[in-house]
């Protein structure tokens, strides 16, 4: 069947009523689901006239699975349906392809399986022609261990939010006695399986248990899904040859544990098989919509990383200022310290150049790590910390900050301040391609930011907006800081580093950012808790992204 719905010659990516959107989704901590469809449903990686629909089936044989799209909740309306056979070759998720479909077209989507029917979703194609907004809520960090997923649950009631961008830190690989056990045994949210996830097998089942979390049945249903990976859906911190939580003499072969945790990605969420030529390694997307915006993806870990430079031979070596510039140029800003891939470069030229064919005021980046300068400053000199060398027992962590600040370094050297060659030549390909006014939307580093960017030499590049985690915590918090010290903290980082205009990490949540064509703004939600599966949100800080010419400007509003 084919659809034919309208668009109109401006198309306007309102949400669906309040009513008709709060009816559609479960009570806050409620359970959505027949048990043949226990962990939901998903869409996602649209394009104007197609869109990946997920689910999963509990099954003990090969199955074919019937899905339906409607123009309507009621499916009286069917526009386009199909069967997909699935089986335990790829963990009896299914994942058709939805084709034909109209261009910013809002649709609702089922499965069913002989007598049981799956919970309804509502997905949307890409806009194309003119368009006068876009709400994209940026989100990163579910760390099941942590707490309930109560900021997903936020974003599907969120009637501003048209898509939902996933930067990262989807699921996290840690066993039971992991980061996060002691909170996770107290809410009964203990990893599955209970050891570090190495296996094929061992991915999925971690795949599987997250996605039985009522707040993020809750948002896959309600929005659709554009996602990039970071580096804990298969390791902490790999590079293209290896990882910090990889050991093979226990572990096994970096490349095949890569490759399951690849594999179960792929199985497990609402992304587009690779194109020809590509392999699913080289995960990245570009979305365009209408001629207002384009949104670009990075791949940061497993393309073309270089393996990230370690303080921890320089912390006795370094004793001067002299030494921690030596070893900022020598190691840390070594030529050749690459972290994106050259067909990503290209595709990211080609879509800057269409970018500005089409006219589009906006040109995003989902970034799966922070690209602003952040350096420490001196905690200990400030008054900040005491000194750990005069504590019988300090914080690891504030030994670490100590130091750090001592010698103004990177926070740290697993971001793009790791990387300052790789950063360097993102920028000059931004700038030969037309193209300085980029907003990079950023996950990993469990805090809230808004950050106005340079290239080396000082010329404005952009802005960030970087997201708290959506359970993980704040570093200064889990590390031991009480709350009123992690606030002195944030406000010396934002005081000591021209990039930072605020940051925020004691809370949990996601942004909001609403663009339209002649400005957009920027909403930091927090969730109140991610301890109970019902929590509210706060608004922390909102901020106006004004253009002047080819600059952004960041002006807060509260």
């Not at 497990?268 to 080289?282: K, N, T």
Request: include cysteine; charged fraction near 20%; hydrophobic fraction near 40%.
């Amino acid at each position: 069947m084919t659809s034919h719905l309208p668009v109109s010659r401006r198309t306007t990516l309102a949400a669906l009523s309040a009513t008709a959107a709060l009816a559609a989704l479960p009570a806050r901590g409620a359970t959505l689901v027949d048990p043949v469809f226990r962990h939901g449903v998903a869409s996602g990686d649209p394009d104007a006239t197609s869109v990946v629909l997920w689910t999963r089936v509990t099954a003990s044989a090969p199955v074919e699975v019937t899905w339906e799209v409607a123009s309507d909740a009621r499916f009286a309306r069917i526009v386009r349906s199909g069967t997909f056979a699935t089986g335990p070759d790829r963990d009896f998720t299914v994942k058709p392809l939805a084709e034909g479909l109209a261009p910013g077209g809002r649709y609702f989507y089922r499965f069913r399986l002989g007598g049981a029917v799956s919970p309804v979703g509502q997905t949307r194609t890409l806009p194309v022609g003119a368009l006068d907004r876009l709400g994209i809520a940026l989100a990163s960090c579910s760390n099941y261990a942590f707490g309930y997923f109560t900021a997903y649950g936020a974003i599907a009631r969120d009637p501003a939010v048209d898509f939902v961008l996933h930067t990262g830190d989807y699921i996290y690989e840690y066993g039971a006695d992991g980061w996060g056990g002691d909170i996770s045994r107290r809410l009964g949210r203990v990893h599955q399986p209970a050891h570090e996830i190495v296996s094929l097998a061992d991915y999925r089942t971690r795949h599987a248990q997250y996605k039985t979390d009522a707040g993020a049945q809750a948002m896959h249903a309600a929005k659709p899904l554009l996602a990039c990976w970071d580096d804990h859906e298969s390791a902490n911190n790999p590079w293209t040859g290896g990882a910090q939580n990889h050991q093979p003499d226990k572990e096994g072969d970096w490349a095949a544990r890569r490759a399951a945790s690849i594999q179960a990605y792929f199985e497990w969420m609402p992304v587009r098989e690779p194109v020809p030529g590509r392999s699913r390694m080289q995960f990245w997307r570009t979305w365009a919509f209408g001629d207002l915006a384009t949104l670009s993806t990075l791949e940061t870990r497993h393309t073309a990383r270089a393996l990230q430079i370690d303080y921890e031979p320089y912390r006795k070596t370094i004793a001067s200022f002299a030494d921690a510039a030596a070893m900022e140029r020598d190691a840390i800003g070594a030529p050749g310290r690459t972290m994106l891939a050259p067909e990503l470069e290209a595709d990211l030229a080609q879509a800057w150049a269409r970018s500005r064919e089409l006219g589009q005021p906006w040109r995003l980046i989902g970034n799966p790590m922070p690209i602003a300068r952040t350096r420490v400053p001196d905690v200990v000199a400030l008054g900040l910390i005491p000194d750990p060398a005069k504590q019988a027992k300090p914080l690891p962590a504030a030994q670490d900050l100590a130091w750090k600040g001592k010698w103004n370094l990177p926070f740290y050297t697993d971001t793009w301040d790791g990387y300052e060659w790789a950063r360097e030549r993102l920028y000059a390909q931004a700038r030969s391609a037309g193209v300085s006014d980029l907003i990079f939307l950023t996950g990993d580093s469990h805090s809230f930011w808004a950050n106005r960017l340079a290239d080396a030499s000082g010329q404005p590049m952009g802005i960030e907006l970087g997201t708290a985690g959506i359970s993980s915590p704040g570093d200064f918090v889990e590390s031991g800081f009480d709350p009123a010290t992690a606030r002195r903290l944030d406000a010396a980082l934002a005081e000591h580093n021209p990039e930072v205009l605020w940051t925020d990490n004691l809370h949990q949540g996601f942004v909001r950012l609403e663009l339209r064509r002649d400005a957009a703004r920027a909403t930091f939600v927090a969730v109140d808790t991610v301890l109970r599966p019902q929590a509210g949100t706060s608004v922390l800080s909102q901020w106006r992204i004004n253009r002047s010419g080819t600059t952004l400007a960041l002006d807060r509003l509260g």
